[in-house]
């Protein structure tokens, strides 16, 4: 009787994947600068004291330092009100040492986050979260992608898996991840032109559609959500999330896991992003992109207005 020994599924190294991106922006940014005397420049804007939030802009700001990037961060307190956040971001939106700006989500309670995205300079929303961008995005031109969704096309293309054709499974409705990576797969372009489901809270039976992607992206921010029984053998698993449970045994006193049960759906996949180290170096990698991007086309910009 013939036996069938399954192969481990492949693991997707973002970290890998991000550094080479990031490489190749370094390079381009010191031509820019060769030609033109432009130094890409990101400003970062942190209102109140979420942790996580501190820790995600130093983070980035780090990653500009590793480039050669320019980057300030306005740090404000919980109590900034929406029209003087609106008034720093209309001076940045003027500063011409500023490509892109940054305004690091979520914001407190009393301040509209859409209003604020809404008063960032399409041109600098290297964030890609303006209603202008987002349009743009899906009929399909040329605009900034948000960060994490761009990666994880990006981690698709650089591992050879071609979406097209292909039926994806996004689960997760979000503004930031579910609804762009799902409108960017769909296009009619290379790397994209797939068949896309979207499942969510309101989903019945999210195993049913889960079992029949080639291509599951999970971004529902729920530990393990997605255990290894509800994957169709040799799917490629992209785990967005990155949640924080208890753990006893680690000294922090908590692991990072994913929005996927990794152990059961490493048994079922055929390619896996791991929590940490998948998707979440993507999206600085993708900022540094967009970042780069800005500084070309506001050069551009000037060249024609000149």
């Known amino acids: 009787m013939k036996r069938h020994f399954k192969m481990p599924a492949q693991i997707i190294n973002g970290k890998k994947i991000s550094e080479e991106i990031k490489q190749e922006v370094k390079k381009q940014a010191e031509a820019l600068y060769k030609e033109t005397g432009v130094v890409p420049g990101l400003a970062f804007v942190l209102v109140g004291d979420n942790p996580a939030s501190k820790v995600y802009v130093t983070m980035k700001g780090k990653a500009c330092e590793e480039l050669g990037f320019y980057s300030i961060t306005l740090k404000l307190p919980t109590e900034t009100t929406e029209e003087e956040l609106i008034e720093k971001i209309q001076n940045l939106n003027s500063d011409p040492k500023i490509h892109g700006i940054l305004v690091q989500l979520p914001l407190p309670s009393h301040i509209n986050e859409q209003k604020i995205l809404q008063a ?14 987002v ?49 960017i797969l769909l296009q009619k372009k290379e790397w994209a032109n797939a068949t896309v489901t979207i499942c969510h809270t309101g989903t019945k039976d999210i195993s049913y559609f889960t079992k029949q992607a080639d291509i599951l992206i999970v971004a529902m921010g729920k530990p393990e959500l997605i255990k290894g029984d509800m994957i169709k053998p040799g799917a490629v698993v992209i785990d967005v999330g990155v949640n924080r449970v208890d753990d006893p045994t680690s000294e922090k006193g908590y692991k990072l896991v994913g929005d996927v049960h990794f152990e059961s759906a ?19 990698a993708m900022l540094m992109k ?12 000037k060249q024609f207005s000149n």
């Open 120 to 133: 960032i300079d399409p041109i600098k929303d290297v964030d890609g979260f303006h209603p202008v961008n």
């Open 135 to 183: 349009g743009k995005l899906v009929i399909g031109l040329d605009t900034y992608l948000p960060c994490t969704p761009a990666g994880i096309q990006e981690l698709l293309k650089r591992s050879g898996i071609n979406p097209s054709g292909k039926h994806v499974v996004v689960v997760g409705r979000s503004n930031i991840v579910g609804k762009p990576i799902a409108n």
């Open 266 to 284: 490493y048994e079922v996949a055929g390619a896996i992003t791991p929590v940490p180290g998948g998707v979440g170096p993507m999206t600085i």
């Open 290 to 301: 967009n970042t780069l991007q800005a500084a070309m086309n506001q050069v551009l910009t």
